[in-house]
């Protein structure tokens, strides 16, 4: 069995994941998308969307290696796209195009149910309806030997770390600091559930740490 692992998740120095307001325009919220700026001059970014150039090094090595091994993913609701409460009807399919960058089956926690979404590129949405458990229960049953990755947002993670639910943490922290949003850390004591710091790496663009659940 694989690990259950949230990777190259950005965050603000004052531990925000996004910022407030969150919109079509503004997916990481209102002055957000300063958090993933070391992931999008990767060259990992750039050929996942079939562009040319980017930059490599240690910001790049981090995005590559956050994509391997992955046999499904788990998002949140507000991951996968802006819309709240009930789906005014089937158009939206989130916010990558006709081909996501996920290449697996990917399982979106959600209160309103909505049949599956079938894409190119190997990625079908499943949109969960009864919670994290379940969620996992089900990218269990199709990776296999592989990582499942839960890729956000903040909540999500919230609710996984919560539970003690994932292994390993891997976190981007941009030099910025945003005030107000969703922040990650806020009245969760990792320690108490059973989280350390097992490594840190910097780059002129951000500082990754990785912390593990002890066995």
């Known amino acids: 069995m694989g690990k259950v692992r949230t990777s190259a998740f950005s965050v603000s120095i004052d531990g925000f994941g996004a910022a407030p307001r969150q919109s079509l325009e503004n997916p990481f919220g209102e002055g957000g998308m300063v958090l993933p700026g070391w992931f999008l001059q990767t060259r990992t970014f750039r050929q996942t969307f079939g562009q040319d150039g980017g930059s490599t090094g240690l910001d790049d090595e981090i995005a590559r290696k956050s994509m391997e091994n992955i046999g499904a993913w788990i998002l949140g609701r507000n991951m996968f796209g802006p819309i709240r409460g009930p789906w005014p009807d089937e158009s939206w399919k989130g916010w990558w195009g006709p081909n996501p960058p996920y290449h697996t089956p ?110």
């Not at 269990?140 to 943490?169: C, M, N, P, T, Y």
């Not at 108490?192 to 910097?202: E, F, K, P, R, T």
């Open 106 to 215: 990917t399982y979106v926690l959600t209160h309103h149910a909505r049949p599956d979404i079938e894409m190119e590129g190997g990625t079908t949405f499943h949109f969960v309806t009864d919670g994290i458990h379940a969620a996992l229960e089900r990218a269990r049953a199709v990776a296999g030997d592989k990582d499942i990755r839960i890729g956000g947002g903040v909540s999500l993670v919230r609710q996984f770390l919560q539970a003690r639910l994932l292994d390993e943490v891997q976190l981007a922290f941009s030099p910025v600091l945003l005030g107000a949003g969703e922040n990650l850390f806020a009245g969760i004591d990792l320690p108490a559930l059973g989280y350390a710091v097992v490594s840190h790496v910097a780059s002129p663009n951000a500082t990754h740490v990785t912390f593990a659940r002890k066995s």
